[in-house]
């Protein structure tokens, strides 16, 4: 196909191209954008024999949409938030309370659980910055977290 042919054809397909865009993505300016690139994957293709090119160019144009439309990020509507009674927020409580108990403990298994809940280090590298075994680690943990489960258990609620 020489660049008058291209042309010709482009000018007939190019309102349908845009209308089937502009439905799928609900933005002009996006919808744009996907026809351009379906015209130069179309120019392209130029060279290769192809029976119907409208009916080839529709696909590249929903198949392009779909993915545009896929990747972009979640969003929600700010007429679906409601700032004027915002939930209680019990987690922050519990938080604070955890974190004053983890407060309380010895300073080796502070460290210990901190770097294994807080920072996602592994036993054995816990066990290599301390100096330490990996079984010592674990065993420290454990009581670290069965001092804290006690102790959260036993004080009252705020």
């Known amino acids: 196909m020489n660049s008058d042919t291209f042309k010709t ?9 845009l209308a089937t865009a502009r439905r799928i993505m ?3 300016e996006e919808a744009e954008d996907v026809v351009q690139d379906v015209l130069l994957r179309l ?4 060279d290769e024999p192809i029976r119907n090119v409208g009916n080839l160019a529709q696909a590249i144009v929903r198949n392009l949409c779909i993915d545009k439309v896929r990747r972009r990020p979640p969003t929600v509507s700010i007429h679906d938030i409601d ?3 915002p939930p209680p927020d019990h987690n922050e ?3 604070d309370r955890m974190l004053a108990l983890v407060g309380q403990l010895p300073t080796l298994q502070q460290t210990i659980l901190r770097l294994r809940h807080m920072e996602g280090m592994t036993m054995k590298e816990i066990a290599e910055l301390m100096g330490t075994t990996e ?6 943990l454990s009581r670290a977290r069965r001092t804290i489960l ?3 258990n036993i004080t009252p609620s705020l």
Do not use: F
């Open 26 to 28: 609900g933005d002009d």
């Open 135 to 140: 079984q010592a680690v674990r065993q420290s």
């Open 150 to 152: 006690q102790q959260y």
């Open 9 to 17: 054809e482009v000018r007939a397909l190019r309102p349908r191209l």
């Open 43 to 46: 120019w392209q293709l130029r």
């Open 93 to 95: 409580e519990q938080l």
């Open 83 to 85: 700032l004027a009674d």
